[in-house]
Structures are given as C-alpha cells and as structure tokens.
C-alpha cells in the first residue's frame, strides 16, 4: 500500500516560501541604504533608525502574533501580516522624508515582518516531533534562499528602474507570494485529524518536549532558562542585524563595488543555508544548549576576524565563517524552547523570546550608525560584537534543563 502524503510537508513548504520572501525583503535594506543618502542627504544614523523601528515594530507584533496562533492558527495572521509587507513597500516608492522611511519601513514593514518567525516556526514544531530540528532547518533554508536571491535581484532592478519602481516591484511580488503561500498553513496537525510526524509515535508520548501541552507562560517565566534564551536571543540580534544593516556600507567604505559588496551580503545566505540544516539535524542529535555554544562560539571567531578584514578576500571568508552561524542560530532558538518548555503555548512564549531578539536588533544597528558618524569607523562596533559573542558563551553554558518538563 503506497503511504499517504503527510500535509505537515506542506507545512514546510509553505513555511520555506514565506521565510525566503521575508527575509530576503529585509535584506534589502542595505542595498537601498546609500540610495536614501544620495538622494536626501541622511545621515547613516538616520537611515538606521528606519530598521531599528522595525525591528522593534517586529517583537511587539510579534509577541500578539504568537499569541492569536497558539488561540486561532497562523493562516489568517500571515495573510494579513503579508499584506502589511507588500503595502509598506510599495508605499516607499513614494518616499520623500524621514518620517515617511519611519512609518511606512518602521511600522508598516515591521508588522509585516514580525510573523515571519513565529508563525512559521511555532507551526512547524506542532507538527513534526521526532525530526523536529531538521524540519525547522529545512524552513530555515528558506531565509537563506531568500538572503541569497532577492538582495541581488534588488541590485538588477534598481539598475534597470530606478529604487523607487524597485520598491514598487518588491512589495507587489512580495503580497502575493506570501498571502498565496499563507492559504496552506493549519495550527496543527489534529486540526484536520492528524499527528505529529504522520504518527510516527504514539499519541501522548513525550518526544523532544512536543506532548502534554507544555508549560504555559506564568509557569515559563518562573524558570531562569526562559530569560537566559531571552538574553542571548537579545545578544544574537544585537550582533546579526548590526551586521545586516552596516555590512554593504562598510564593504564599500573599504573599496568595494556595491554589487562586491552585496555578493559579500549574499554570501550570509548561501553559507547560512548549510547552517540551518546542519544545525537542524545536529540539534535533534545533541540538543539546543550545546548547538547554542557551537553558534557563539563560531560568532567569536567571526567577529575577530572581522576586526583585521581589509580586502575583499577577507570580507567574503568572514561572511563564510559568520553565515554558518547566523543560520544555525536562527534554527536552533524554537526547537530548544519546545525541548524546555513544550509546545502548548510555544507560540506567546517564542513571540517574547523574539521581542527580547528585536530590542538588540534595534539597538545594535542604531548604536553601530553613531558610532561610524561620531567616529568614522566601525572597528569599535566590531570589537563591541566580539564581546557580546563571548558574554553568549558564557551563559548559555548556565542553560539548564527546565523543571518539571521531563527532561
């Protein structure tokens, strides 16, 4: 008897699509960055602020996203979070002052980027409990995809139409592809009379902190784990869109042609891409603490390097080492809070999670856009990333097994 397609993997398709389109709108930020100086005379301070907004625009949202999920599933949510998207794109192609960056990129942008990561990925470990890891990996591929096609696609059409019709191309594409995609997400699988992994276990076993409902927010915030993942998740974003932000900027403060520069940018994904998965499969195998310690300790490393980086060789073997630790960081976070915690209220609490992410994500690209125009430089932003890897180390070496989870 041939076995049935198991709709989980639609799942995960729909999830890969939504984070490719996504994520790859949001790195085109860097591309547009120098458009807006050019053309209004901003300072890098300035245009930072727009993505700082946004991220924080993005935890806000975020943690209501999560919420209405876990309560009512992500399809509806994701629709309109994509329309968000779309409109706030296409509205930037009649940009023609600041607060006009902050309110369409800022707030309109950040709402429709905040259920990228929580819908999908508080969705994907519903469904799947054994191969978890991998599956949030696979998903996470999609970023990278994203990171690695949509940025250099942005480059080609500013180059043919102008950064005002490519905004007006990006956000078109960007609502359709992702209120379509949207149509195939479910809550999960008993839904529509399923279990996880197609029931390659035995309803209410515990596999990997998906059963029993987990624990519900009152009883998460009591565990010191939930807000040691809250920092480090604040010290990862910190670091990560400080260097999404300011890293095409820098490029070609040091020489590099734009579409150079853009390849560096690109090379995040392509290489990020290997670290999703690896780290999906490996989190399955060893766990989330230990594949934490292996993604800020491969940071450290990168951030150093960074430091001494002069030519263009040495920007594209940082991005290498750097791109496969942001992808493994962004797969490990969900599948180590539905290991502690469960999956019952994964969404509110993977929402909070996010929102401690987005204040760093804020933060970091802001304090970075200063200190370049106070200094001329961003060597002290790189030795300040460096210190913050390290200080992840060190406490996610306290992470310890939740109480009470069985674990």
């Known amino acids: 008897m041939k076995p049935r397609y198991f709709y989980g993997y639609n799942i995960v398709g729909a999830s890969f699509v939504i984070q490719a389109v996504s994520i790859g709108a949001m790195f085109t930020y860097g591309v547009f960055f120098k458009e807006f100086q050019?053309?209004?005379?901003?300072?890098?301070?300035?245009?930072?602020?727009?993505?700082?907004?946004?991220?924080?625009?993005?935890?806000?949202?975020?943690?209501?996203?999560?919420?209405?999920?876990?309560?009512?599933?992500?399809?509806?949510?994701?629709?309109?979070?994509?329309?968000?998207?779309?409109?706030?794109?296409?509205?930037?192609?009649?940009?023609?002052?600041?607060?006009?960056?902050?309110?369409?990129?800022?707030?309109?942008?950040?709402?429709?980027?905040?259920?990228?990561?929580?819908?999908?990925?508080?969705?994907?470990?519903?469904?799947?409990?054994?191969?978890?890891?991998m599956m949030t990996g696979i998903v996470k591929v999609g970023t990278g995809s994203g990171q690695v096609?949509?940025?250099?696609?942005?480059?080609?059409?500013?180059?043919?139409?102008?950064?005002?019709?490519?905004?007006?191309?990006?956000?078109?594409?960007?609502?359709?592809?992702?209120?379509?995609a949207a149509q195939l997400m479910r809550r999960d699988p008993n839904s529509i009379g399923l279990l996880p992994d197609d029931g390659n276990h035995k309803p209410g076993e515990s596999v990997n902190g998906s059963e029993g409902g987990g624990m519900s927010l009152s009883a998460a915030v009591r565990?010191?784990?939930?807000?040691?993942?809250?920092?480090?998740?604040?010290?990862?974003?910190?670091?990560?869109?400080t260097i999404i932000v300011h890293m095409v900027p820098h490029a070609t403060d040091l020489g590099l042609s734009v579409a150079t520069a853009v390849s560096v940018?690109?090379?995040?994904?392509?290489v990020s891409m290997l670290g999703r998965f690896i780290m999906g499969v490996t989190i399955d195998r060893i766990g989330g603490k230990r594949s934490l310690i292996i993604c800020f300790c491969i940071f450290l490393c990168g951030f150093?390097?960074?430091?001494?980086?002069?030519?263009?060789?040495?920007?594209?073997?940082?991005?290498?080492?750097?791109?496969?630790?942001?992808?493994?960081?962004f797969t490990v976070v969900s599948p180590t809070l539905a290991e502690l915690f469960g999956t019952g209220s994964h969404g509110l609490?993977?929402?909070?999670?996010?929102?401690?992410?987005?204040?760093?994500?804020?933060?970091?690209?802001?304090?970075?856009?200063?200190?370049?125009?106070?200094?001329?430089?961003y060597q002290m932003v790189f030795l300040v990333l460096s210190g913050l890897a390290g200080i992840g180390i060190v406490l996610i070496t306290l992470l310890r097994p939740a109480e009470g989870t069985g674990r």
């Not at 209501?64 to 994701?78: H, Q, V």
């Not at 290498?320 to 960081?329: E, L, P, R």
């Not at 996010?354 to 430089?377: E, W, Y």
């Open 149 to 180: 096609v949509v940025p250099p696609f942005a480059v080609a059409i500013i180059a043919f139409f102008g950064w005002r019709n490519a905004y007006l191309i990006l956000g078109t594409l960007t609502l359709v592809t992702l209120v379509a």
């Open 304 to 329: 150093i390097w960074l430091q001494m980086a002069r030519e263009a060789w040495m920007l594209f073997l940082f991005a290498v080492i750097y791109g496969f630790a942001h992808g493994g960081f």
């Open 38 to 133: 050019a053309d209004f005379g901003w300072s890098r301070a300035t245009v930072s602020m727009a993505s700082s907004l946004a991220f924080l625009v993005m935890g806000v949202v975020g943690i209501l996203a999560g919420r209405l999920s876990d309560r009512i599933g992500p399809r509806a949510i994701m629709v309109a979070s994509g329309i968000s998207l779309g409109l706030g794109f296409m509205l930037m192609a009649r940009l023609q002052a600041a607060w006009q960056l902050y309110l369409l990129y800022g707030v309109l942008a950040g709402i429709g980027l905040s259920t990228h990561d929580v819908i999908t990925l508080s969705t994907v470990v519903r469904w799947f409990a054994k191969r978890r890891g």
């Open 223 to 241: 565990r010191p784990q939930f807000w040691i993942i809250c920092v480090a998740q604040f010290l990862a974003f910190f670091c990560i869109f």
């Open 265 to 270: 940018q690109s090379t995040f994904g392509g």
């Open 349 to 377: 609490l993977f929402g909070i999670v996010l929102f401690c992410g987005t204040i760093g994500g804020a933060i970091g690209p802001l304090l970075a856009g200063r200190t370049f125009d106070v200094t001329g430089s």
